[in-house]
């Protein structure tokens, strides 16, 4: 098949996160099992109009709220015979194909947004504005979707897509996989307790949570306390002066954006991820960290509780505060069994979790929608 795949953001957007990298490898799967894949998303300051990686072209178009979705409708009036599959890739708003695409399609979540369309990073009033037509018409757009086929990374995700309307029989769960840095020897611990936050530095991520959740770490003992990931210039400056008014500025610090490699040994080096996300679509962070070793303490949110398997990988939490969070970290540390416990646990969770397996799903399943066989 000729498959066309409509993103927001590509896997190498500067604002790229789990959703992209989760959508890049599937995209390897279905080249590697023989269809041609054309990426049509969002252009980024350095970007190509048009390019070729991992034999998958690339076609950069628009802003990414709403340009890339009226250029995406062009391009295929424009080239509608070239393609034999859509993929409509849902983040928040979708490309409302079903509206204008009459060939094979198939929509990809990894979330229903709900309550994060309040958390938006838009300058006040916009952001109430925007949460509230976002939270009152996100409903409305699944309407369009009854029919179609989704893909979807956890059964949170599948949970919310029927709650919200959509048939349980065209829902298909793919657990995602994970890549690991291959090490001779993993990194050792530091020699200071050390709690890391790995994520997008957003509201709805629990950044915020997270540095409150430091404070109070912070007057019950000695750690150290990393932030990893990237945000907008002017809120990730609002949380280095949430770190001052917090009294932990001379005990954390902030990473920003890391690649790959660094990313694998922070974690490893680290002795606990918190994770006090609002909502995710699977929670990919959470098997990295467990990959080498870290147990993750997360919120009870859609999402983490598939990726955090309560007392083997990671604890999550009862009620979602920071002081709660504070208090489970503590006690894993005060514990040594049951740290030790964890941490097998989370290492023998994480090797569940394969991406050979997940491209091998996701390609039987976009021949199934294009009713073909393997």
Known sequence: MNILVLS???HKHPQAGGAEQVMREHMKGWIKGGHNVTLFSSRFVGCSKYEKSEEMEIIHEGDQYIGVKILAFIYWIRNHQKFDLVVDQFHGIPFFTPLYVHKPKLAVLQEVAREVWFLNGFPFPFNYIIGIIGFLVEPLIFLFYKKIPFMVGSK?????LVSIGVFNKNITIIPHGVIIEKYKNIPKKE???TIVF????????????ALKAFSILNEQGNYKFWVVGGGGRPYVKALHLMANKLSIRNRIRFWDFVGQKKKFELLAKAHVLINPSVREGWGLVNIEANAVGTPVVAYKSAGLVDSVKDGRSGVVIKKNSPEELAKQTIFIFENKRIFEKLQKGAISWSKEF????????????INRVFKTKL
Do not use: C, H, Q
Not at 203 to 209: A, H, S, T, V
């Open 156 to 160: 949170s995700a599948k949970n919310d």
């Open 198 to 209: 790995l994520g997008a530095l957003t509201k709805d991520k629990g950044i915020e949570d």
């Open 354 to 365: 394969s991406w050979e397996v997940s491209r091998k799903k996701s390609l039987s399943l």
């Open 8 to 10: 927001w953001r590509d």
């Open 191 to 193: 020699k200071i307790k």
